[in-house]
């Protein structure tokens, strides 16, 4: 796991000029929703150290951003709908805009990235 989060931290700080990722949910992982997500917190929180270690070394700016609700707005609109796990692609009622769902959160992730 550490020898994969170093190879992908290192060529993303070599490959981009900015990296933008999502903040921890730290109010969920207090919760304590299980093993497995705990590990998953624990794995990302490591990973954001690692980039954000590596990113100094290269000039490469890391941004966090708020991670609530990226799945459920809209990236052209803004509009939020509701969107169980299930649902796969995101077709906004408002606007319109249809694209997939992970690639709308991506989106949202990266204006969220940018100041506005
Ligand atoms: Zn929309």
């Given at each position: 796991m550490l020898d994969y989060q170093h190879k992908l931290t290192t060529w993303l700080v070599k490959e981009y000029d900015a990296v933008f990722v999502e903040d921890l949910d730290v109010a969920g992982m207090l919760q304590g929703e299980g093993n497995a997500r705990n590990k998953q917190d624990a794995a990302w929180r490591q990973f954001i150290t690692l980039l954000e270690y590596k990113s100094d070394l290269y000039g490469t700016h890391v941004v966090q951003v708020e991670a609530r609700g990226t799945t459920k707005?809209?990236?052209?609109?803004?509009v939020e709908t509701e969107k169980p796990l299930w649902v796969r692609e995101h077709s906004c009622p408002s606007c319109g805009f249809e694209t997939d769902r992970d690639v709308n959160a991506a989106m949202n992730v990266l204006q969220r990235g940018f100041p506005n």
């Open positions: 707005e809209c990236a052209s609109c803004g």
